[in-house]
């Protein structure tokens, strides 16, 4: 399985940005998908999950009501629409599948910048 974040990049306190998840490869095979970030000197922590028909979702607290994930099975896309965005949501951004036999793909990350 290969993932390829794109649509992070600068933005003012307020604005809004969509990243997405591209998979290729044993697509067949992800089940739940998740966006985790790490900021510098941070862990890396989960922002949101999302289960394999999209029915189910969990946020950090921190991103609740501001950010929503979903999925496109059929395009083999993940989103995370992030409304509201604040300097500490300022981070890289990582798409992570998990797959059916208990095996976690990451993508390259995309870089988040909010500007206060």
């Known amino acids: 399985v290969q993932l390829v974040e794109s649509g992070g990049g600068l933005v003012q306190a307020g604005g809004s940005l969509r990243l997405s998840c591209a998979a290729s490869?044993?697509?067949?095979?992800?089940?739940?998908m998740g966006w985790y970030r790490q900021s510098p000197g941070k862990q890396r922590e989960l922002v949101a999950a999302?289960?394999?028909?999209?029915?189910?979702?969990n946020y950090a607290d921190s991103v609740k009501g501001r950010f929503t994930i979903s999925r496109d099975n059929a395009k083999n896309t993940m989103y995370l629409q992030m409304n509201s965005l604040k300097a500490e949501d300022t981070a890289v951004y990582y798409c992570?599948?998990?797959?059916?036999?208990?095996?976690?793909?990451w993508g390259q990350g995309t870089q988040v910048t909010v500007s206060s």
């Open positions: 992570m599948a998990h797959t059916t036999i208990s095996v976690r793909y």
């Open positions: 490869g044993s697509t067949f095979s992800i089940n739940a």
């Open positions: 999302i289960t394999s028909d999209g029915g189910n979702t």
